[in-house]
Each structure stands twice: as C-alpha cells, then as structure tokens.
C-alpha cells in the first residue's frame, strides 16, 4: 500500500524511475543517474523523502539514509539514539 515505504540508494532510484514509480515525486541518487529518474524532480540533498518513496545518493550517504528510514519507522527519538549509538557526528 502507499503507507509502505519504498527505500532506494545510489543508483538503485534508476529502477523506480523506469518503473515510472517517481513521476511527480521528488529524489535523488547517484550523480550521472538523474536522466533515469522519470518524472521525478531530482535534487542533489543527501536523502530526499517524497510520499512512500525514500531516495539517497550513495556510499556517503549511507547512514544519514538509514536514520532517516528508522525516524519514518520509529520515530525520532530512535533515529537520534541510534545516531548517538553509532557515534555519528561528521566533522572535517
């Protein structure tokens, strides 16, 4: 149903987009993928949430992806315990 969440990352949101599941959604994927992404508006943001449909853009943007889909599945305060879990904190 359309309370499922559909998750892809990298170049996987190229499947959704010939599928012509993304049409009017907005997502985002591996740089170079965009022309696949049917319909969609793409953006270049690290995860992209749009309906059932969350989309993300590679390696790098692995675990922001995942706390996103545990903070749709279980709310916020567990996507912030499993941040602080996993010590997650990007500083150059």
């Known amino acids: 149903g359309t309370d499922t969440l559909i998750c892809a990352i990298c170049a996987a949101p190229r499947v959704l987009g010939a599928a012509g599941l993304l049409q ?3 997502a985002t994927c ?15 943001k ?6 059932q449909f969350v ?7 692995a675990i922001p992806f ?5 903070e749709l599945l279980a709310g916020r ?6 941040k602080n879990s996993i010590v997650f904190n990007i500083s150059l």
């Open 24 to 26: 009017g959604h907005t």
């Open 30 to 44: 591996y740089p170079g993928i965009e022309e696949y992404l049917t319909g969609a508006v793409t953006t270049q």
């Open 46 to 51: 690290e995860v992209e949430v749009s309906g």
């Open 55 to 61: 989309t993300s853009r590679g390696l790098g943007t």
């Open 66 to 70: 995942a706390l996103k889909i545990i």
């Open 77 to 82: 305060d567990a996507a912030e315990k499993m």
